[in-house]
């Protein structure tokens, strides 16, 4: 499976590991490493991830956890692609809006 970001989840990345390089200096690659790991498992086993509010899209959204970055990565997988939609921080108190 194929696994792509949208406009927003791109610059959302780019935007924490941004963030994880200039303030986490003694471990700056954390978020990096998870985040590939993430895409390797969606990219495996799709449906593998939480759903994420049941029903209330037309393809389901999935999210999959980076827990030492404490970051989600909200996609939606249909036949061969996956889109991740948001990767957002679980410490944030409000979901993304998708």
Do not use: C
């Not at 994880?20 to 590939?36: M, S």
């Not at 389901?60 to 957002?88: D, F, G, K, N």
């Amino acid at each position: 499976m194929k696994v792509r970001f949208s406009a927003r989840a791109l610059a959302e990345a780019k935007r924490i590991k941004t963030w994880w390089r200039r303030n986490r200096r003694a471990a700056p690659h954390p978020f990096e490493q998870e985040l590939k790991a993430a895409l390797a498992r969606i990219r495996a086993t799709p449906d593998r991830g939480i759903a994420y509010q049941p029903g209330r899209f037309e393809v389901p959204v999935r999210r999959a956890l980076l827990p030492r970055s404490r970051h989600h990565v909200y996609y939606a997988a249909e036949q061969r692609v996956a889109v991740v939609l948001s990767v957002w921080g679980a410490q944030q108190g409000q979901d993304p809006l998708l």
